[in-house]
């Protein structure tokens, strides 16, 4: 399932690769199963900051990285979702963390452009296996959070995941005002 559409700001934007393994549902939550491929992904790890302020900082960085300030000055295209990992505490609210990781498009995953910006990583990742939850808007902190509970609410007794880690992503452009999609991901433990 690897999609390309074009996209004025970044060219061209290919689809994170993955398997659709099961949908399923509860009342009006409806998920997917999936595995999604690993690969190479820059990383951008901010801390002692809340979620929506941590994503300020690094996702310019991410975006930059791919957009050219690399060694090879480089524009790769974007790979959609862009996620990030956020570290639930016991209550269910997140801790002042968050690292962004997005998957280096296809034709530059065997030999990525080296970060000029130090604190851009490039990071090696097995394949996921993950519960999605689709839901709309401009997501804030509290949106993913809400979603990221009613995601586990109605894996109860049918699923185990992870419950230090789960990821939030977006795969449209801050410019694009309707239509917006957004997802969290459980890691099935």
């Known amino acids: 399932m690897l999609g390309v559409i074009k996209n004025s700001l970044f060219g061209s934007v290919e689809t994170w690769p993955w398997q659709v393994l099961s949908k399923g549902g509860k009342e009006d939550v409806s998920y997917e199963e999936r595995t999604c491929e690993g690969?190479?992904?820059?990383?951008?790890?901010?801390?002692?900051k809340p979620v929506d302020e941590g994503?300020?900082?690094?996702?310019?960085?991410?975006?930059?990285?791919?957009?050219?300030?690399?060694?090879k000055g480089i524009g790769m295209g974007m790979t959609v979702p862009i996620s990030f990992?956020?570290?639930?505490?016991?209550?269910?609210?997140?801790q002042k963390k968050l690292k962004?990781?997005?998957?280096?498009?296809?034709?530059?995953?065997?030999n990525p452009p080296v970060p000029t910006d130090d604190s851009v990583k490039i990071e090696e990742r097995e394949s996921i296996t993950v519960y999605s939850l689709q839901f709309g808007g401009y997501a804030k902190e509290a949106d993913y959070v809400?979603?990221?509970?009613?995601?586990?609410?109605?894996?109860?007794?049918?699923a185990t995941c992870r419950s230090d880690?789960?990821?939030c992503t977006g795969y449209d452009p801050p410019m694009k005002p309707y239509g917006r999609r957004n997802e969290?991901?459980?890691?099935?433990?």
């Open 100 to 110: 962004v990781w997005f998957r280096i498009p296809n034709q530059f995953q065997s």
């Open 85 to 94: 990992a956020v570290f639930p505490s016991d209550d269910g609210s997140l």
């Open 146 to 158: 809400v979603h990221a509970t009613q995601l586990r609410t109605a894996l109860e007794g049918t």
């Open 184 to 189: 969290v991901w459980l890691v099935k433990a």
């Open 55 to 71: 994503l300020r900082e690094a996702m310019p960085k991410v975006i930059k990285y791919v957009g050219g300030t690399n060694d």
């Open 39 to 48: 690969g190479r992904f820059a990383t951008v790890e901010v801390t002692d």
């Open 165 to 167: 880690v789960y990821f």
